[in-house]
């Protein structure tokens, strides 16, 4: 099977390139860095002929207003360029719990791109992940300085990067879901109980503070980022200590 990877050099699409090579599969990395530009179409065509899937793992270069507009084109030129190449199967990666936390421009963003490819002419799938581990130092740094970390107390159920590629690449080279796959990690913390552990794993003697208005994630509420009982997600295998102790 021919599967484009858009943003295929990035932290998921390199690992999602990788998987599914090793399964025998013809998996082409595809990037601003190999000339394709999805916000102009150039280099869709080239990229997209002879695919039997395109999984696009592209995002906004910002998570402010012009978020929206990012989706909107990068969508619309790649469901109008797969279309004409007879892909088969599109797959994209979004957040769980997106369309709950809509004072986030960015999250209105990705619900946006998830009902574009809902409306779009190619046979599709929808890959919802929860936050990464990955993610957890860019996360406090927003609200830290030399005396502390402010982090609100938003349940977060994170998850590996590695086992987000992994349930990208299994999700493209099966059937088109029409419809959306959630995964989540096995475990959820408070956003600052998982500072608190990621401190003092690394012997950072600064304390976390609970501050409700603290970063980006202080617009989610309750439980809106974490899976729900209803969605059947597959609850990925990898703790964030094991993450941690590699």
Same mark, same amino acid.
């Given at each position: 099977?021919?599967?484009?990877?858009?943003?295929?050099?990035?932290?998921?699409?390199?690992?999602?390139?990788?998987?599914?090579?090793?399964?025998?599969?013809?998996?082409?990395?595809?990037?601003?860095?190999?000339? @394709?530009?999805? @916000?102009?179409?150039?280099? @869709?065509?080239?990229?997209?002929?002879?695919? %039997?899937?395109?999984?696009?793992?592209?995002?906004?270069?910002?998570?402010?207003?012009?978020?929206?507009?990012?989706?909107?084109?990068?969508?619309?030129?790649?469901?109008?360029?797969?279309?004409?190449?007879?892909?088969?199967?599109?797959?994209?990666?979004?957040?769980?719990?997106?369309?709950?936390?809509?004072?986030?421009?960015?999250?209105?963003?990705?619900?946006?791109?998830? %009902?574009?490819?809902?409306?779009?002419?190619?046979?599709?799938?929808?890959?919802?992940?929860?936050?990464?581990?990955?993610?957890?130092?860019?996360?406090?740094? $927003? !609200? #830290?300085?030399?005396?502390?970390?402010?982090?609100?107390?938003?349940?977060?159920?994170?998850?590996?990067?590695? %086992?987000?590629?992994?349930?990208?690449?299994?999700?493209?080279?099966?059937?088109?879901?029409?419809? !959306?796959?959630?995964?989540?990690?096995?475990?959820?913390?408070?956003?600052?109980?998982?500072?608190?552990?990621?401190?003092?794993?690394?012997?950072?003697?600064?304390?976390?503070?609970? %501050?409700?208005?603290?970063? @980006?994630?202080?617009?989610?509420?309750?439980?809106?980022?974490?899976?729900?009982?209803?969605?059947?997600?597959?609850?990925?295998?990898?703790?964030?200590?094991? $993450?941690? #102790?590699?």
């Amino acid at each position: 099977m021919k599967i484009a990877v858009i943003g295929g050099n990035g932290l998921i699409g390199t690992q999602v390139v990788k998987i599914l090579t090793e399964g025998g599969h013809e998996a082409v990395a595809h990037s601003r860095a190999s000339g @394709l530009d999805l @916000l102009t179409g150039q280099g @869709l065509p080239e990229a997209l002929t002879g695919a %039997d899937v395109v999984i696009n793992l592209t995002n906004s270069p910002t998570f402010d207003d012009a978020s929206p507009a990012f989706f909107q084109q990068s969508m619309d030129n790649l469901l109008a360029a797969a279309a004409a190449a007879g892909v088969g199967h599109a797959v994209i990666l979004s957040i769980v719990g997106a369309e709950l936390v809509p004072d986030l421009v960015y999250y209105r963003a990705k619900v946006l791109q998830e %009902d574009i490819l809902k409306a779009g002419p190619v046979p599709y799938s929808i890959v919802r992940a929860t936050q990464f581990f990955e993610f957890m130092e860019a996360a406090m740094s $927003w !609200t #830290a300085d030399e005396n502390a970390v402010r982090l609100p107390a938003t349940l977060i159920q994170p998850m590996a990067a590695a %086992d987000v590629a992994q349930a990208v690449a299994e999700v493209s080279v099966g059937s088109p879901l029409a419809g !959306t796959c959630n995964i989540a990690g096995p475990d959820v913390f408070t956003l600052a109980e998982l500072g608190r552990i990621t401190l003092i794993t690394r012997g950072d003697p600064r304390p976390v503070v609970v %501050d409700e208005s603290a970063g @980006l994630f202080a617009a989610a509420s309750g439980d809106a980022l974490i899976a729900k009982d209803g969605d059947d997600a597959i609850i990925a295998p990898t703790t964030y200590q094991d $993450w941690l #102790a590699r």
